[in-house]
């Protein structure tokens, strides 16, 4: 049976990498896989994937109002598709998760979502919330934060190299993201002092 699953992270975790090698294993085995990827804050007319390691591969683009069933449909259509791969999941749409469940529960068709959970305000995305709601398997891509804990949440450096509080959900441009625990993310967002904390156990 498909299922919709949502490998979820903070940034930097290497969820591009683990996309791009999994469509590689299908494609290897002789298999076609659809490649997603949100086209909102990308100026080029061909989508594309890229990881850290170097992988690359084409990509369709996503934008608001898109009717992924159809898309994934045609493209169906035309070759058999036998995974579906959509990477920066965290901007889809409500209604483009509902779509992708129907591409699974309808179509028969897997598909493999990979985005961030929250924003650097430690609030979901609309794409992350929905499929945290209705994906049928979740799985958390682990990376560290400098302590050693696992790092949940993400901080986003400005130009001046401070933490921003405020601001867009997203920022383009030279902005630089740093994946922290929630510990460790309170105390760069100036929500908590860690000297109120001294004398705590484990404090
Ligand atoms: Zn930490």
Redesign the pocket.
């Known amino acids: 049976m498909a299922k919709l699953y949502f490998h979820y992270a903070t940034m930097n975790a290497g969820k591009s990498t683990m996309l791009l090698q999994a469509s590689y294993n299908y494609r290897e085995s002789g298999m076609h896989t659809l490649l997603l990827v949100a086209g909102h804050y990308r100026k080029e007319d061909q989508g594309y994937i890229s990881s850290r390691i170097g992988l690359e591969s084409d990509a369709d683009m996503f934008r608001d109002g898109d009717d992924l069933f159809e898309l994934v449909a045609e493209h169906h259509r035309h070759r058999p598709i036998h995974c579906v791969f959509v990477d920066e999941a965290q901007f889809l749409e409500d209604a483009q998760v509902w779509q992708l469940a129907r591409v699974v529960d309808r179509l028969d068709i897997p598909v493999m979502c990979y985005g961030l959970r929250t924003d650097f305000q430690g609030k979901l995305f609309s794409g992350s919330e929905a499929l945290l709601a209705i994906a049928d398997e979740l799985r958390e891509v682990r990376t560290i934060?400098?302590?050693?804990?696992k790092?949940t949440m993400v901080v986003r450096l400005g130009p001046d190299g401070k933490v921003a509080k405020q601001g867009d959900q997203v920022a383009i441009g030279k902005d630089v993201y740093r994946s922290?625990?929630r510990?460790?993310w309170e105390e760069e967002m100036g929500r908590v002092d860690p000297e109120d904390f001294i004398g705590f156990a484990g404090g």
């Not at 934060?145 to 804990?149: D, L, Y």
């Open positions: 934060c400098p302590c050693g804990r790092a922290l625990c510990r460790h």
